[in-house]
């Protein structure tokens, strides 16, 4: 283990909240988040699964150099299920869910059609006949996260107080899953509304253990890396200052963050938080940080909300460092983005954007950012 890690290992988990971990009745694990010290979980899942059987496979473009999971078995999930029907509210009698107890703050389990999970049998291969691509049993985790037991809220209806303690939850997990086994990178992300392909409305996110660097954060780190032999500078350091600057595509500000339209903004509506010190993930946050994150975010996406004046479908991804490698040159950022390019009509990734990852912007960032201040 080198010095980077083991630093990691002695970051800041999640915050103060009572944990307290499960077993669902496949075998999978459920952990509950509680502010209440007192608070006790012993509610048994009464369901009859079958013992988890998860069976991705990862294959690697020899052509790209990239892994694609290939998760057949999630053909069969939960699609759009009824309000009643909610499979991440609490359960009630005679209609167990995924959580067994009866209430919950924050609640944290294994997803049941994972892309990446533990325990899958096999060995590093290839494909059959085409010695080039390798394939591997695609050993990872996937959590969900459920952000509150209010089935009709939303992540901006949370409080400060409930927000700060999903910055915690994110806390504790990415560093739980940077210890387990074969973990390279944990990807925190929410995504939300139908036209971004939600099948559960319950208030939730989900976060990715992944067996390997992403291609966007390998690339990332490259970037990065040839930015601070040049300048002497880390590049977002560079941004974040000149953006603050500028002010012109700056949305809102706090004391630790800022958060703003990127110059160079892909979808019609994108706003990055980026806190100002240089920490490589949400793990390294400090308690007055992740208060301040609470806030500021809770601004963001209630701007957001405003802006069509009906809630906004969005993707918040978080960019952190990955567990082994370019921790040095990671810079926590969190990115909002949406398909909405106006009140009636979606962004399609369509040609340029699918074919060939070029980017046409309908709306300018400033347009975006002017409107979201004023919001
Ligand atoms: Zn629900």
């Known amino acids: 283990m080198n010095a980077e890690r083991g630093h990691h290992r002695e970051s800041r988990r999640g915050g103060t909240a009572k944990r307290t971990a499960r077993k669902l009745a496949d075998g999978r694990e459920i952990i509950y988040f509680d502010a209440d010290p007192a608070k006790v979980r012993e509610a048994e899942d009464t369901r009859e699964l079958p013992p988890q059987a998860p069976a991705s496979e990862m294959r690697r473009d020899p052509l790209t150099g990239e ?33 067994p107890e009866a209430d919950y703050d924050v609640v944290v389990f294994e997803n049941q059609f994972p892309s990446f999970a533990q325990g899958i049998p096999g060995e590093d291969s290839a494909v059959e006949g085409v010695p080039m691509v390798p394939s591997a049993p695609a050993r990872g985790r996937c959590e969900v996260v459920c952000f509150t037991s209010d089935h009709n809220s939303s992540f901006s209806a949370l409080s400060p107080a409930q927000a700060r303690s999903v910055v915690d939850v ?70 974040l200052a000149a953006e603050r600057a500028a002010g012109r595509r700056v949305v809102v500000d706090s004391e630790h963050w800022t958060a703003y339209v990127p110059a160079a903004a892909r979808w019609p509506v994108e706003v990055h938080l980026v806190p100002h010190r240089k920490v490589p993930d949400i793990a390294a946050l400090t308690d007055t940080e992740r208060d301040d994150f609470a806030q500021t975010y809770l601004d963001v996406l209630r701007r957001l909300d405003g802006l069509y004046e009906r809630p906004l479908p969005y993707i918040a991804a978080w960019h952190q460092a990955p567990v082994r490698v370019g921790r040095d040159l990671s810079w926590l950022r969190l990115e909002v983005f949406s398909v909405r390019r106006s009140a009636d009509k979606l962004k399609y990734l369509a040609g340029s954007e699918s074919g060939m990852g070029v980017w046409i912007n309908d709306v300018t960032p400033e347009q975006i950012a002017d409107r979201l201040r004023s919001t």
């Open 67 to 99: 892994w694609v999971a290939i998760a057949a078995h999630r053909q069969s999930r939960t699609y759009k299920p009824p309000a009643e029907l909610c499979p991440l509210c609490p359960s009630t009698p005679g209609r167990p869910t995924e959580i």
């Open 170 to 239: 994110w806390a504790d997990r990415t560093a739980a899953l940077a210890e387990t086994p074969g973990v390279e990178q944990v990807f925190c992300f929410e995504n939300r509304g139908e036209e971004i392909g939600v099948t559960l409305h319950h208030p939730h996110g989900q976060i990715y253990g992944y067996p390997f660097v992403t291609p966007k954060t390998g690339k990332m780190l490259r970037v990065a890396e040839e930015y601070l032999a040049q300048h002497g500078r880390h590049v977002q350091g560079d941004v």
